[in-house]
């Protein structure tokens, strides 16, 4: 019997209304922009046009606010999975973008000795770990056709990285990963295939003041 493809959208939510610059993760209460709200629909526009039958989501509401659009268009349920959150971080309420000079207070210090765990928040062994299970429990889900999980950029990044085999500890500066972005694994039954990215939004990002914590 031939192996089914199937594929598995991990998509990062869009811009996030944060004026503060405030380090949020984690934290209640941030939701998308104006032009957040416009980058879902348009990724929203773009991954309607595909095979997909299973919807997935972060429980933050910057995640669930990404997928709503989707979730219409194709009148599907949306699953809330807490194995696709924010990653946790020590920093998280902090104004670390605007002023990073306050990481020189000493209280800090025991939190900046590792980065390649890193000492400062959840490690990125266990993001990997509980990104993979999810991606391939939503694999499953949508067997043979295509599934969107809307998450984080650090989440999704490493998620990536995992599955390419690649070390997980790296600058920052160099995820490619933007607001409202698709990573998408392929898979042939269980096995790995390959591991695309687009940005349907693209011509958006020229107008967003990025975000913090995204």
């Known amino acids: 019997m031939t192996e089914q493809y199937t594929v598995v959208h991990l998509v990062r939510h869009g811009e996030v209304y944060n004026p503060g610059g405030v380090l949020y993760g984690r934290m209640p209460g941030f939701h998308l922009s104006d032009l957040g709200r416009a980058m ?16 997935v989501s972060s429980p933050l509401e910057r995640a669930q606010e ?13 699953t809330i999975d807490e194995r696709v959150i924010e990653a946790g971080n020590d920093f998280e309420g902090l104004t670390v973008g605007k002023k990073p000079a306050q990481l020189l207070k000493p209280r800090y210090w025991s939190k900046l000795v590792n980065p390649t765990k890193p000492s400062w928040g959840e490690p990125y062994a266990e993001i990997a770990a509980r990104m993979q299970a999810a991606v391939h429990d939503a694999r499953e889900a949508a067997l043979g056709h295509e599934a969107v999980i809307v998450s984080h950029q650090l989440p999704v990044w490493i998620a990536r990285e995992s599955f390419e085999g690649h070390r997980l500890w790296h600058d ?17 039954g269980d096995f790995l295939i390959s591991v695309g990215y687009a940005e349907p939004s693209a011509d958006l990002l020229a107008s967003s003041t990025g975000g913090i914590g995204a």
């Open 66 to 78: 990404t997928i709503e659009p989707l979730a219409e268009a194709l009148h599907l349920p949306v």
């Open 172 to 188: 920052p500066r160099k995820r490619q990963c933007s607001l409202a972005s698709v990573t998408s694994v392929t898979f042939r």
């Open 40 to 55: 879902a629909v348009q990724t929203s526009d773009w991954l309607a046009q595909r095979d997909v039958t299973y919807l």
